[in-house]
């Protein structure tokens, strides 16, 4: 049974930064891209970074360049995003999820077969 678990979220101020992680389980972590995607009151969910299994070159939004790293511990099957400069328009419920396909990443949410639960991020001007 695939489980993601997210944490690390929290209340912070403008310009702080927080690191989120997403415990994976129920299948072979290092075989599959993860992403990272946001989804703000009242909008939509959007895409925020993504990685290859391998951990290749990341995608990320063009809001997060330059401000936020996704990573990957394959031995701790855990993903990762750190976040600096923070600003209040990052106010958002975070989600990681799994790609459906072998290795590849994707920005896409169709991609996506498995979400975790979310973890709240509150940015205060």
């Given at each position: 049974?695939?489980?993601?678990?997210?944490?690390?979220?929290?209340?912070?101020?403008?310009?702080?930064?927080?690191?989120?992680s997403?415990?994976?389980?129920?299948?072979?972590?290092?075989?599959?891209?993860?992403?990272w995607?946001?989804?703000?009151?009242?909008?939509?969910?959007?895409?925020?970074?993504?990685?290859?299994?391998g951990?290749?070159i990341?995608?990320?939004?063009?809001?997060?360049?330059?401000?936020?790293?996704?990573?990957?511990d394959?031995?701790?099957?855990?993903l990762?995003?750190?976040?600096?400069?923070?600003?209040p328009?990052?106010?958002a419920?975070?989600y990681?999820?799994?790609?459906?396909?072998?290795f590849?990443?994707?920005r896409?949410?169709?991609?996506?077969?498995?979400?975790?639960k979310?973890?709240?991020?509150?940015?205060?001007?």
């Amino acid at each position: 049974q695939v489980q993601l678990v997210e944490s690390g979220g929290g209340v912070v101020q403008a310009g702080d930064s927080l690191r989120l992680s997403c415990a994976a389980s129920g299948f072979t972590f290092i075989q599959y891209g993860m992403s990272w995607f946001r989804q703000a009151p009242g909008k939509e969910r959007e895409f925020v970074a993504a990685i290859s299994a391998g951990g290749g070159i990341p995608d990320y939004t063009d809001s997060v360049k330059g401000r936020f790293t996704i990573s990957r511990d394959n031995a701790k099957n855990t993903l990762y995003l750190r976040m600096n400069s923070l600003t209040p328009e990052d106010t958002a419920v975070y989600y990681c999820g799994k790609v459906r396909s072998l290795f590849s990443r994707s920005r896409n949410p169709y991609d996506i077969d498995y979400w975790g639960k979310g973890t709240l991020v509150t940015v205060s001007s």
